[in-house]
């Protein structure tokens, strides 16, 4: 089945700083790879995803880049905040199976002002 | 509209008593998730369900049943708790927009549940 693998476990960053999460998965028939962000004692929530038919995405501070040849893709976040600190989760799905995910093992941000 | 809710918040369990977790939704989706989340481990799937009627394994069904005898309630039961099932339970659910599965799933806010 699919293992989705994510490195670094924790990430220290100074404010202002970027970030970067990478993440590779084992399925080459997975085909979507949402990013949830989860803040202490709060609920996971999508941040950005992205389709195997894009490379790159960008959603303002966010990026998702996508190599389905390595089968990996990262989390680019450009100009942290101390907001940005949270656990953030990759995930990747073949669609089947009612689109169940694969989560990573997750990353903890911590953004320094 | 009230999203993904989960009842109970918390809970503590003695090894070997049952309870059934309650996960709601109103946002008619099709497709609902059970999750544990265990530090350092992520989120692992442990049921799932397509539709009102269907269940299936996830990655870690062993020591859990799940039923959705109604489109808007997904339930996880513990028939006889262990501390290893001690964690934190994250109820989700997806919708079918496009008929492929691939969307968005919005997480409940999450069931503490101890075992001594």
């Known amino acids: 089945g699919e293992n989705v693998e994510q490195h670094p476990s924790t990430l220290s960053v100074q404010e202002g700083d970027s970030a970067v999460i990478k993440c590779t998965y084992s399925?080459?028939?997975?085909?979507?790879f949402p990013w949830y962000k989860q803040e202490l004692g709060k609920r996971p929530q999508l941040i950005i995803d992205?389709?195997?038919?894009?490379g790159e995405k960008k959603d303002q501070r966010i990026a998702v880049t996508l190599n389905k040849t390595a089968k990996h893709f990262s989390l680019h976040i450009t100009e942290t905040q101390p907001e940005d600190s949270a656990v953030y989760f990759c995930?990747?799905?073949?669609?089947?199976?009612?689109?169940?995910?694969?989560f990573g093992q997750g990353t903890e941000l911590s953004v320094k002002p | 509209n009230a999203g993904v809710t989960q009842t109970p918040k918390f809970r503590v369990l003695k090894t070997g008593q049952s309870m059934t977790l309650l996960c709601a939704q109103d946002?008619?989706?099709?497709?609902m998730y059970w999750y544990r989340q265990d530090p350092g481990m992520g989120l692992r799937l442990i049921h799932y369900?397509?539709?009102?009627?269907?269940?299936a394994k996830g990655e870690v069904p062993d020591g859990y049943n799940v039923s959705r005898l109604k489109k808007q309630n997904f339930l996880l039961g513990l028939e006889s708790a262990a501390p290893s099932q001690t964690s934190v339970y994250f109820c989700?659910?997806?919708?079918?927009?496009?008929?492929?599965?691939?969307?968005?799933?919005?997480f409940g806010p999450g069931t503490r549940l101890t075992v001594l």
């Open positions: 995930a990747a799905s073949t669609g089947n199976q009612g689109g169940k995910l694969i």
């Open positions: 369900s397509v539709g009102e009627g269907t269940t």
């Open positions: 992205i389709r195997s038919n894009v």
């Open positions: 946002m008619n989706h099709e497709y």
């Open positions: 989700a659910s997806s919708p079918d927009l496009a008929g492929i599965g691939n969307n968005e799933q919005f």
């Open positions: 399925d080459s028939a997975s085909n979507y």
